[in-house]
């Protein structure tokens, strides 16, 4: 088992900053891929940035492309979501997801562990 702890959300004004942590505990941690999605007050989750095991590959929705940047460190257990040029719409709960798969791709229900949620609040 892998347990996901979130941290890092608050309340920000537009174009300000916010940098998320999502520590892993349980299993050995750098064989997993990593993930964040979002969840805004009703809609459904959706698919923000995933990083891989070694922390060489990428990718990011489109809505968030140039603005967050999505990193790891292994010697930590701990995944980061850097978060610049922050927009009303980026407000939702955002969650941290693992598998112990090398790729996962960008489906919510293909994703094995989930963290808690913190949640992020932008004011315009």
């Known amino acids: 088992q892998v347990q996901l702890v979130e941290s890092g959300g608050g309340l920000v004004q537009a174009g300000g900053s916010l940098r998320l942590s999502c520590v892993a505990s349980?299993?050995?941690?750098?064989?997993?891929?990593m993930g964040w999605f979002r969840q805004a007050p009703g809609k459904g989750r959706e698919f923000v940035a995933t990083?891989?095991?070694?922390?060489?590959?990428?990718d990011y929705a489109d809505s968030v492309k140039g603005r967050f940047t999505v990193s790891r460190e292994s010697a930590k257990n701990t995944v980061y979501l850097a978060m610049n040029s922050l927009k009303p719409e980026d407000t939702a709960v955002y969650y941290c997801?693992?598998?112990?798969?090398?790729?996962?791709?960008?489906?919510?229900?293909?994703?094995?562990?989930w963290g808690q949620g913190t949640q992020v609040t932008v004011s315009s």
């Open positions: 997801a693992a598998d112990r798969r090398g790729s996962v791709g960008t489906v919510v229900g293909a994703w094995a562990y």
């Open positions: 990083i891989s095991w070694s922390g060489g590959s990428t």
């Open positions: 349980g299993r050995t941690f750098s064989i997993y891929t």
